[in-house]
């Protein structure tokens, strides 16, 4: 029997890139023009669209696509109901997740959401800001942003605004000052209700799942190798961290031996050098692509 294939959806937009080198390490890869909504996947069980991170979880929500990736804010803001699979902590930038601030101009007697009471405010996020600050009994008049939403400030159209960042770096370099933080997100992997309940769509939901939370994982991580004598193998080995234990073997018809272990990213530098004055030789560093 002809199973209907799982229909996932990716964001568009900023987060594109990064999600389509996700799944390529994760072992599926995307191709196509980036302007078609159905991009190519090596996957016959999967049929793969792409559309804005904002409308992702609408269009799950109603069934019209199984399973998406898409970020907590848009999932808050649309208020869908879906099954919510696990975060997937990556972005543009960096592995860390973003923030929703309220920024003011940077020589504004601003200090506190408390003191915008009267103000106007522009934002992508309105329904989420607008409960922001309900529930703090602070009245503002919060409007949606088309774009170029730092230069409202900064130009008098608005007295705040409420945008997305991950560094804080456009914002200062607006010229405002952030001073309050009003949602920490990152991309979720969600599901429609109905079809995660079918066997094999869940299944498949599942597979990729895991395989994406493991190229997450390799990303913080790397292989190291190198030859070291026998007389200084436990030095060596004893600073070696690893997910259980590294790998020794014996080289042929030598007093040598290859050892292997994966470690993570943050202390090769340091490590290294340590290694080789502690007897090690031939190190090799190499990335990897899934850690399970």
Known sequence: MTREPLRL???????????IELFQRAGWNISGSPRSYFPAVDDEEVVMARLRAQEVSRYVEDGTFDAGLTGKDWILE????????DDLVYSKVSQSPARWVLAVDGESPYDRPEDLE?????????RFTRAFFEERSVKVEVEFSWGSTEAKVREGVVD???????????????GLRIIHT??????????NRRAYKDP???????QIHLLLQAALE????VGLKMNVPGDKLDAVVGMLPSLNAPTVSGLYKSPWFAVES???EEIVRSLIPKLLKAGATGIIEYSLNKVL
Do not use: C
Request: no cysteine; glycine share 4%; charged share 25%.
């Open 9 to 19: 959806v990716i964001p568009k937009g900023s987060l594109e890139q990064a999600t």
């Open 200 to 206: 094999f769509k869940r299944e498949k939901m599942e």
């Open 262 to 264: 994966v470690v993570s």
């Open 218 to 221: 390799a990303r913080k991580m």
């Open 78 to 85: 649309n208020q869908s109901d879906v099954v919510v699979i």
């Open 182 to 191: 009003l949602l920490t997100t990152n991309t979720q992997f969600i599901a």
């Open 118 to 126: 009267g103000k106007r405010i522009a934002t992508e996020l309105v």
């Open 160 to 174: 705040a605004i409420v945008d997305v960042t991950e560094t804080g770096s456009t914002i200062r370099a607006n």
